[in-house]
């Protein structure tokens, strides 16, 4: 493996021979380069389908309320229909073996002024858990608890980007802001894997919102999480149940989609394994497709290469060389040429995802694709092992002719 003098022919034989080097090389990093662009698209898909969802809880269901589009019992098309807390009391109670996390949600758009700055953010009246549905990550202070509904705090936790608005590099805790003409305290500052519209959100607490700005018991939304343990199919049937029994109790009709549904992060979990199941199993057929391709590129151009050097064989065993050797540096200079040029079509595939980046995210919807290297280095041991096999075997076949016989090969 490290006789000097083998190297050394090695790499004359590849020189004099540089257009079959060129060809062998060539066939293994388009091979390489092809796999790595294949599954870092795969990839890609994956990400944009995961990033999609990546805000909420991966166990959060959510359930909406607007007008209804069809008459129900007696009921006119067009009512609007409005979640209370009995509401959200009533599935609390009725599920609270299949529910981890649970919150109401009001929606506002508050004006929120700190000295000379001031601008309008979406304010959400929340309960504690919504901390963990949204994902909410905090950087400094706290989130809202259970003291502050029970007390109807008026206290805010801020956005990154609402801090950076309003106070830049000052601190924010512990400072007052208005909010639509009330003072509030600055109890936290959060940061959200959602992106800006998401850290320049704020959250206050559900009873201080029902008591200051409509003095009722009016939700929103109803956001739940729930049970981990529940398999896929269980909380899909659970979103389901809890969208029939709240159509009985709110008199909606069963296929009225506007008046109310549920949106149930176990149907998008499922709805992404299932396209990157089915992306996974076609590009392993592509790419198998294409490794295939180039191992059989490798072993004609190798057949190939060893009939040609039959003669130089034969010559070879007339001065004494044995068949080993013969078989050695053959299997020596394909396993190089395989794996210089299968690093390179890894390198290059590498490189060109790099570009991609998320430039194919808008219209193509390929997010950050990109490939593990075991996955492709071992793609290149492969190729590297299906060109040790396509030199050894014409090589052995070859170096075992007589050397009369290989002298006389045309």
Do not use: C
Not at 27 to 52: C, M, Q, Y
Not at 57 to 81: D, Y
Not at 206 to 227: F, K, P, R, V, W
Not at 266 to 294: D, H, K, R, Y
């Amino acid at each position: 493996m490290f006789d000097l003098d083998r190297w050394r022919e090695i790499f004359q034989s590849i020189n004099k021979n540089r257009l079959r080097s060129v060809m062998s090389g060539f066939t293994v990093a388009f091979a390489i380069l092809l796999f790595t662009l294949l599954f870092g698209i795969s990839n890609g898909l994956g990400n944009f389908f995961k990033g999609a969802f990546a805000d909420d809880a991966q166990n959060s269901m959510f359930v909406r309320v607007w007008k209804t589009s069809k008459p129900f019992k007696g009921l006119q098309t067009g009512r609007r229909v409005q979640l209370k807390n009995k509401d959200y009391n009533y599935i609390a109670d009725e599920y609270e073996d299949k529910i981890q996390y649970k919150s109401s949600r009001i929606y506002k758009n508050f004006s929120i002024k700190y000295k000379n700055e001031a601008s309008t953010y979406s304010v959400m009246a929340v309960n504690p858990d919504h901390q963990f549905l949204e994902k909410t990550i905090i950087d400094d202070g706290r989130y809202l608890n259970e003291r502050d509904l029970k007390e109807k705090s008026k206290v805010i936790v801020i956005g990154r980007l609402i801090k950076k608005d309003l106070f830049g590099e000052r601190p924010a805790l512990e400072r007052r802001v208005n909010v639509n003409g009330s003072s509030f305290l600055v109890i936290g500052v959060f940061s959200d894997d959602g992106g800006d519209n998401e850290e320049r959100k704020a959250f206050i607490p559900l009873t201080t919102s029902q008591g200051m700005y409509g003095n009722n018991d009016y939700i929103s939304q109803i956001a739940l999480g729930y049970n981990p343990k529940l398999s896929t199919d269980d909380a899909i049937a659970f979103g389901n149940k809890i969208e029939r029994d709240l159509r009985k109790k709110l008199s909606i009709h069963p296929d009225d989609q506007s008046a109310l549904s549920v949106r149930n992060m176990a149907e998008a979990n499922q709805f992404v394994n299932t396209v990157s199941l089915a992306l996974l199993f076609i590009i392993i057929f592509i790419g198998s497709g294409t490794l295939v391709a180039g191992i059989i590129g490798i072993s004609n151009i190798m057949i190939f290469v060893i009939k040609e050097r039959t003669k130089e064989f034969g010559i070879r065993k007339a001065l004494g060389a044995k068949p080993s050797s013969i078989v050695g540096m053959v299997v020596q200079e394909s396993v190089l040429i395989t794996t210089i040029a299968g690093y390179a079509g890894l390198s290059l595939g590498t490189y060109i995802l790099s570009l991609i980046g998320n430039s194919l995210e808008e219209k193509y919807f390929i997010k950050d694709p990109s490939v593990s290297s075991e996955l492709v280095i071992g793609a290149t041991v492969v190729l590297i092992i299906s060109g040790l096999i396509a030199g050894y075997v014409p090589a052995k076949r070859a170096a075992n002719i007589k050397p009369i016989e290989a002298l006389r090969a045309d």
